[in-house]
């Protein structure tokens, strides 16, 4: 994808407190490998960018979170979310996928960051006079780079024995999507098929359940669930924080381990699950479920 790149971004080296804070509080989202130390190296704020309406720009903000210099290669990738919420990179869409690779432009494109230093990272939309309303899906792909300074290189390394060696190092890297709506959008979001598996064990119990979407607009919220004993008291025995399902998926299957109260048994009682919005988008009720007990 050809890039326009935008006004030359500055390196965030005096970066806020606030910014700071949120950095570190940040998640780092859509891993694309299995979690290493040096995963953590990399902070990202926000973990999901929407740009709607009359908006055009938006930023990222990363940080270098690590002892080490660390060079990040930025692109733009597809990809399609599965039942259980887990990403494949794809190619070609399927008919209801939208993407929103040809309407982004964004710079830069490579980052080298000292550590505890940061870097804006700023996005653009150019939307085409014809598009169609919907909502239209990428992610922003933050690749980290082998170092420059030849420590892989096996020419370099002392071998006393004169074997070959070869040193692999780890890369790892984060992507956060980046949706575009467009035109009038909408979604409905229920919650479905509650069924209680019980603890065995050290193993504790798990409500699995089912979000059912419809419409042309993505659904991202939080998940709560609720104990409430027969004559007692609602207590809140698991959680799960920025659960998306993204467009065309019509369900996302899910579940949670439950966390009761000692010496609260699940049963004679209700089992409630609620999926709102998160505080920062207002905090709607956008579906909840119940499940009695016996």
């Known amino acids: 994808m050809s890039v326009n790149h935008l006004a030359r971004p500055s390196n965030t080296t005096g970066i806020s407190t606030v910014t700071r804070l949120w950095l570190r509080c940040a998640l780092v989202i859509t891993l694309l490998l299995p979690v290493s130390p040096a995963l953590a190296d990399l902070m990202l704020y926000p973990t999901r960018l929407v740009l709607e309406g009359n908006q055009r720009t938006t930023q990222i903000e990363l940080i270098n979170n690590g002892s080490q210099p660390a060079t990040y ?9 599965g039942e259980a919420g887990g990403f494949t990179n794809i190619d070609t869409p399927l008919p209801g996928e939208q993407f929103a690779d ?6 830069p494109r490579q980052v080298t960051l000292a550590p505890g230093t940061g870097q804006t990272v700023r996005i653009m939309v150019r939307k085409p006079a014809n598009l169609a309303a919907g909502e239209y899906r990428s992610h922003l792909l933050f690749s980290k780079q082998p170092d420059a300074e030849g420590q892989s290189n096996i020419e370099t390394l002392d071998h006393a024995d004169d074997s070959i060696g070869v040193k692999i ?23 479905t098929q509650l069924a209680l598996e019980p603890g065995r064990g050290d193993t504790p119990p798990v409500l699995a359940f089912q979000l059912e979407r419809s419409g ?7 998940l709560a669930v609720s104990f409430t004993p027969q004559g ?40 409630r699950v609620t999926y709102r919005e998160q505080a920062k988008d207002g905090g709607k009720l956008m579906a909840e479920a119940s499940l009695p007990l016996p």
């Not at 042309?216 to 939080?222: P, R």
């Open 169 to 191: 190092t780890m890369l790892v890297g984060a992507s956060v999507p980046v949706i575009v709506r467009h035109g009038n959008t909408q979604a409905q979001v229920t919650l």
């Open 73 to 81: 290669r930025i692109s733009l990738v597809n990809k399609r979310m």
């Open 216 to 222: 042309n607009q993505s659904v991202y919220g939080d």
């Open 102 to 107: 040809t309407l982004l432009r964004y710079s």
């Open 232 to 271: 007692g008291i609602e207590q809140v025995i698991a959680r799960a924080n920025g659960v998306a399902v993204y467009t065309p998926n019509p369900l996302r299957r899910a579940s949670l381990e439950l966390n009761p109260a000692a010496g609260v048994p699940l049963r004679a009682g209700v089992l």
